[in-house]
């Protein structure tokens, strides 16, 4: 994205200086023009948020993850970097619980709401009963260094913005709650 935005500015750029006010103009027309014709699907009108929901949503789709959302979000302060990180986390780990399952199984959902700004988030995903909970988060499964740190990573980023993390098992499915 940054190497076509500068792209656009070097043409911007020339065309003003030569003079040719006319022919910027439409060429950020048709620039705007392909931007709506290329969007993604806008899931929330935070950007930050969205980019992270595209694409796990563009994932899930491409894995065969059967992916409901309910995004109920309105502008709020937020610290866009522990958000997303923490989010980020949280749909990586309901899709690599989902690629254990066939493809008939596979299922996540996600809410989100903003009230009495907070942002609160839900992920709710079918599991393969291998979790081993140790104390109030599970405990991963996965060996070798670099495993192991999504929800003490989610944990950490709520309580550093005031919030809680909270995981339950309804079933076959592990709901994680999240709140900041």
């Known amino acids: 994205m940054k190497h076509d935005m500068n792209g656009h500015f070097n043409t911007l750029s020339h065309l003003l200086a030569d003079d040719k006010k006319y022919e910027a103009l439409q060429y950020l027309a048709e620039l705007s023009d392909f931007a709506k014709n290329h969007q993604k699907d806008l899931y929330s009108d935070d950007p930050y ?31 866009h970097v522990e958000i997303c990180m923490a989010l980020s986390n949280a749909m990586q780990n309901a899709l690599e619980a989902s690629m254990k399952l066939v ?3 596979r299922y996540v959902r996600l809410q989100v709401k903003t009230k009495n700004s907070q942002l609160i988030f839900r992920i709710t995903n ?4 291998a979790l081993i909970i140790g104390g109030e988060l599970p405990r991963s499964t996965k060996e070798g260094p670099g495993h ?17 993390v909270v995981c339950k098992i309804n079933g076959d499915m ?7």
Request: cysteine-free.
């Open 148 to 164: 192991g740190y999504g929800l003490t990573n989610i944990r950490s980023v709520a309580e550093s913005l005031g919030g809680f």
């Open 103 to 105: 493809p008939e199984q």
């Open 49 to 79: 948020l969205n980019a992270v929901i595209s694409n796990y949503a563009t994932t899930f789709a491409g894995n065969s993850v059967k992916f409901e959302h309910d995004i109920e979000f309105f502008q709020i302060e937020l610290h």
């Open 174 to 180: 592990f709901v994680l709650d999240v709140a900041m």
């Open 126 to 129: 079918r599991f393969d009963d």
